[in-house]
């Protein structure tokens, strides 16, 4: 049986446990009196009124990071996508998070995952992952507005996983597949592009050169045609100047004469011999002939 010490020592020791309260670094403690708010203790010792002061509620006051359980997500491209993320909190007001809302740590899960929802849905599957930080920051903005009465300030959130169902997994395959076909087409058909303009332009150019070769030739051979003119008609000038000279010496104009008379009478005897015609014997069937012979006849007598 308890003595009566014992009763005494027993209401004692539950006098000091409600009297003496001690709070650590990482939390914040709500007094109430009489069940009505009191203050509210940070960390340290402290001393309580026994059976009129209680500690109603302790609030975690460092960071917390909440696992968000994965949820199906339909994006803006009709694509189903299983996301799931980290949410980072703080308590930043003990009283407001222990009097504004039930549970702040149940309802920041459900705000997350209803806002990653609303907020992917947006947009579509291949901005999830090019434009993750900006999910995250509009998940934080949405958060953190509507967390700010319960005195929870939210840091961060991070978007840790985007699956894709096996369905969609598959079909994203294949359009990868047909896109990079496609990219390897526009480069072969570029590449032949290149091919033909270079062969073409290969034999444009052959084709000036050719052209201006040909061009060239003419040109020297003109040029040379000219020269060649150009000294045939020096030289004959020169000829007929010296001839022209001769021709004013004296006895000049009678060798002139003599040697038209015997191109005359070369140039007939050719017409003769081409026409067959026979009058004189065949030494003397020219008047060169007969020229020569009258001369030789003429040399007998005088000797």
């Known amino acids: 049986m308890l003595t009566t010490a014992s009763i005494i020592v027993i209401v ?58 994965s949820q199906s997500v339909i994006t803006s491209d009709n694509i189903q996508v299983e ?6 909190l703080q308590v930043m007001d003990a009283k407001r998070a222990s009097y504004g809302i039930g549970n702040y740590l149940a309802a920041s899960i459900n ?15 291949g901005k999830i992952f090019s434009e993750r930080e900006e999910v995250n920051s509009k998940i934080i903005s949405e958060i953190d507005k ?10 961060r959130y991070e978007v840790k996983d985007i699956s894709p169902t096996r ?44 052209s201006q070769g040909s061009k060239q030739k003419q040109i020297n051979e003109a040029t040379g045609r000219a020269e060649s003119i150009k000294l045939i008609a020096d030289a004959t000038a020169k000829s007929l100047n010296m001839v022209g000279n001769a021709i004013e010496q004296p006895g000049g104009k009678e060798a002139l004469k003599m040697k038209m008379v015997d191109q005359y009478i070369d140039e007939l005897s050719q017409v003769i011999r081409g026409g067959n015609v026979s009058v004189f014997p065949a030494e003397i069937a020219t008047f060169k002939g007969i020229v020569e012979e009258l001369k030789t006849q003429t040399g007998s007598l005088v000797n």
Do not use: H
């Open 12 to 69: 004692i020791g539950l006098i000091l446990y409600n009297t003496i309260i001690i709070v650590p670094e990482r939390e914040n403690v709500i007094v109430e009196r009489l069940g009505k708010f009191q203050r509210c203790l940070k960390p340290g010792i402290f001393f309580l009124i026994p059976f009129f002061d209680k500690a109603a509620y302790k609030q975690e006051v460092r960071e917390q990071v909440i696992d968000i359980p």
């Open 83 to 88: 996301v799931d993320g980290l949410l980072y």
């Open 111 to 125: 705000l997350a995952q209803t806002t990653m929802r609303s907020e992917v849905g947006k947009i579509t599957l």
């Open 146 to 155: 509507a967390s700010d009465p319960w005195g929870v300030k939210v840091l």
């Open 167 to 210: 369905n969609v997994v598959e079909t994203l395959e294949k359009q990868m597949e047909a896109e990079r076909e496609k990219r390897a087409e526009i480069t072969r058909a570029t590449a032949e592009k290149e091919k033909l303009i270079n062969v073409s332009e290969g034999q444009r150019q052959m084709a000036v050169n050719l």
